[in-house]
């Protein structure tokens, strides 16, 4: 990995532009800190989804809803967060950049304990890139993430509409809008451009793109959060 300078202007320039490949690789250190982030953000989702600790307070422990609060949480977790990381690791590897995921053992704690008080604010770590070059670079891997999410919101809704009935949600069509705002949700959220944030790499490559992307996924999300809280009619404008 070349070691980081800081250019005149505030550009993200490393060394010499590598050559591009398409070589996609990994190693037991990444897939053990993928594995650990992945587990712990399914437990996390799991607790917020099922009310493990407030059934458990008052005696009201249900193991259904913990189970199903399991499912959903290995389904959030691995469309929301693992499938985001690994599109900025594809990406930045076929632009020729050595990338792999680390998690953070600070964040991974504080989204458990985060969880346990009825909420989720989750930074279980990120993709590590060595090598990178100008803004472009930056700004095509930064935003392969939050598109990547976006991309999967809408087949969720979709599918999710196309199972709708009149006479009400299903447990599957709840799952599926659930699933459509949590990526919704982390799309807008990591667009925000804000510290390490996705957003603000995106921004610093173009003000433009990064305003029609974000627009469009906070759109997405709020339609997601009136669609699973008041049904597709209301949320649609019908009756």
């Known amino acids: ?26 190693s037991p250190t990444e897939i053990l800190h993928i ?22 307070r008052f005696g009201d422990f249900n193991p259904g809803a913990v189970f199903a609060g399991l499912a959903f949480g290995a ?23 050595w990338a792999e995921f680390r998690m953070s053992p600070i964040g991974l704690l504080f989204s458990l304990v985060t969880a346990i008080y009825g909420f989720l604010l989750a930074a279980p ?39 709708n009935t009149q006479s009400g949600y299903s447990g599957g069509v709840l ?3 659930l699933l459509a705002f949590i ?4 799309a ?4 925000i451009p804000f510290g390490p944030l996705d957003g603000r790499k ?17 759109a997405f999300t709020a339609l997601m959060f009136l669609i699973v809280y008041y049904g597709w009619p209301i949320a649609l404008g019908g009756t």
């Open 1 to 26: 990995m070349s070691s980081w300078t800081s250019p005149t202007g505030g550009g993200y320039w490393v060394g010499a532009q590598p050559i591009p490949s398409r070589k996609l690789t990994t």
């Open 188 to 191: 807008t959220f990591n667009m």
């Open 183 to 186: 990526n919704g949700w982390f």
């Open 202 to 218: 995106v921004l610093r490559w173009d003000t433009k793109v990064w305003v029609g992307f974000f627009a469009l996924a906070a």
């Open 75 to 97: 389904a959030a977790a691995l469309t929301g967060f693992l499938a985001h990381e690994m599109a900025h690791k594809v990406t930045a590897q076929r632009l020729g950049f």
């Open 125 to 163: 770590g990120a993709t590590v890139v060595g090598g990178m070059g100008g803004v472009r670079d930056w700004g095509r891997t930064s935003l392969a993430g939050p598109a990547l999410n976006l991309v999967e919101g809408s087949v969720f809704a979709a599918a999710g509409l196309a199972l």
């Open 175 to 177: 799952f599926l809008v």
């Open 35 to 56: 594995a650990i982030a992945f587990v712990v953000l399914t437990v996390d989702i799991a607790i917020v989804e099922s009310g493990l600790v407030g059934s458990v």
